[in-house]
């Protein structure tokens, strides 16, 4: 069956929204077992110190992964692969072996001198901890350090996964990721706490790397450690990976920021922005993600084809379909904030009060869903141009505004109390302590939009094709289908809150299904009525079975 399924995949016959499907599926279901990860760190250890110094571990080895990994990257690889494959397909494991090589020595080099220096780093990472805590997060964040250079590998693995268009064992991977965290807290936290939860986070990185492993090996493209390095490909891979690195390091930077910023706030904080992030990590994975890593070998292909018109028309089907998705979804969001935060995390030690603050910043976040999956997708864009420096400018301009909203909006907070109590009643956080935590996610948020921007405007420069007021009909009627569908799921959480209590479990859920079913029906029955041109495709290929292997004609020529 396997084999059968990767022969389909090689030879091109899944379209870029049946992959979409595939790679949201088996999202979702990573994603499912993330929100039951942090369900369980939530409910062990509540909004608190633990948890924020848990967060604050990944911070260091994030930037080392961000920084290392751009080497092993599909989005740099897989041109690079396809390139090799087309011309000479001898090559591809030379150019597998060389860059596995050099990531494995010069990870090794680099974990170790962080290693060393972790002592004098992480005291700018929380710089509002005490000191003893601050003695913790350099054990947790030494331990981590693990985890990029097993990553690394293993995404290229990925890469050659993609170019073969196996997208189901490249998708299984995240999915074991967290369960190895899972087995972490379930298995290892009874016995070493915290810490046990680390040694999951080192297994799932393991898992990560053997799920696809046997697929490349079965290729016989499996990456080796070798003495025979190309120094012209590394050279070549390290000027065009610059960028990326610089672009992947201001992500980090930014986010680390704003745990550096978080952390002055309160103890918790860091906890709350992490959590409040992950959650509207779920629809981003599942909406930008999945239509970017399908549409990136294909943006690629005629990128190098110079097919312009054709790579308009994949991004501008993928952008359809990503506002005919976010939108709803981020109204929904808003209305049943709370509801959402108490079904996911409230249980334990996470009490009301981390309820309210995490629904609060979660409002704040999500309005930035749809620019953030647009930067997901604009930016496999510009990579297959191999335009990288552009995104780089863009990323410090969105890291600048970044900074100024954190920094002068929790200053704003302390010093101009009418805004900070605006802003309370507005989420009705009134009177909640470290409310200024709902700051750091505007600042996220914002900083988000100015990227997805500037990005938009970069890419129109290289692609005159490309016609962004043909997006206004889908956007006009997601909103109009969105805004209703929230309203109604509003009215429909008023009126059954009558009838169930909200201090239970059981209660909260059927509040929050009662509100989803009725607002879902409104959304829908607008959508039909507009004649909905996403909805009928989303509808037809989801009656096609992913292990069909026909493929509908017109879907073709449309892409």
Known sequence: MVAGFTQKEDNGIYSMHKAA????????????????????????FGAGETL???????????????????????????????????????????????????????????????????PYLTRYIVPGFPPESQTTLVEFSRLLLLSPLILGVSN????????????LFYSLAPVLYNVGIIAGIVFLRP??????VLYGVIGGACLHLLIQAPMAYMYRLLPILTFSIDWKLIQETFFISVPRVATLLAIQIAQTFLVAQASLVALSSVAIFSLAFNIQTVPLTLIGLSYSIAAFPMLSEYVEKKNFAMVWTHIYNAMRHIIFWSIPIICFTIVLRAHIVRVLYGSGEFDWTDTRLTAAVLAVMICA???????????????????????????????LVTYIVAVYGVFAWHTMPSFAYFIEALFRISYL?????????????????????????????????????DLRGVVGQS??????????????????????????FIGVLTSALFGVFFGFLAWFGILYILQSKELHEFSVAARKRFWKSGVVQEELQEL
């Open 52 to 118: 924020s110094l848990y967060y604050a571990a990944f911070r260091i080895p994030d930037m080392v992964y961000a920084s290392l990994s751009a080497l092993m990257a599909a989005i740099i690889v897989l041109p690079l692969l396809t390139r090799s494959y087309t011309q000479n397909k001898d090559e591809v494991q030379n150019v597998l072996n060389s860059l596995c090589t050099v990531f494995i020595v010069v990870g090794v080099i680099v974990t170790g001198v962080l290693y060393v220096l972790m």
């Open 479 to 504: 909103f109009a289908a969105g805004i209703i569908g929230a309203f109604v799921a509003y009215v429909a959480l008023t009126y059954i809150q009558v009838y169930v209590s909200l201090e239970t």
């Open 21 to 44: 499907l595939l790679i949201a599926a088996l999202s979702l279901v990573s994603q499912v077992l993330a929100v039951v990860r942090d369900k369980l760190l939530a409910h062990y």
């Open 156 to 167: 290229l693995i990925g890469s050659v996964l993609q170019m073969k268009r196996n997208f």
């Open 191 to 196: 016995y070493f706490g915290i810490q046990g």
């Open 433 to 469: 302590p470290d409310s200024a935590v709902l700051v750091i996610g505007l600042a996220h948020a914002l900083g988000a939009m100015t990227l997805s921007l500037i990005l938009l405007f970069i890419l129109r420069a290289k692609l005159t094709a490309m016609r962004i007021r």
């Open 369 to 399: 869903l749809t620019f953030q999956a647009f930067s997901l997708l604009i930016m496999r864009a510009l990579y297959a141009f191999h335009s990288a420096y552009s995104q780089f400018v863009a990323q410090m301009a969105a890291l």
